[in-house]
């Protein structure tokens, strides 16, 4: 069953926004959003998360949890999801450095 997807990617290589918009639509620079099978989007974040460089990129898709939806990231970022008592919050990466998960 196919279900929609979106994947924020900045600063990456042009081959790479070339195949995403292959699948999904650029509704906005660096922002692609469309309706792909399970299958296609582990194919298209698999791709992504190998070339994204320099860049980030974030992907966000429906799941049967909670929150309604599961994140990815991909790159050198300020902000990474952490678990809390399962559900997804976004942490800045200093914070998470001087509070590692399990301590």
């Known amino acids: ?10 600063a990456i290589p042009d081959h790479l926004r070339g195949a995403l918009t292959r ?3 650029e509704v906005t620079p660096e922002l692609y959003v469309g309706t792909v099978s399970a299958r296609v989007r582990r194919e298209l974040w698999e791709a ?6 320099e860049g980030v990129a974030v992907l966000l898709y429906s799941a ?7 994140i990815r ?9 952490i678990d809390f ?19």
């Open 1 to 10: 069953m196919a279900n929609m997807i979106a994947i924020s990617a900045t």
């Open 23 to 25: 699948w999904l639509l």
């Open 48 to 53: 992504t998360s190998a070339c994204v460089g």
């Open 64 to 70: 049967d949890n909670e929150q309604g939806f599961e």
């Open 73 to 81: 990231m991909a790159g050198h970022r300020r902000r990474v999801p």
């Open 85 to 103: 008592d399962g559900m997804t919050l976004i942490a800045f990466s200093e914070w998470q450095q001087r509070h590692p998960p399990g301590v």
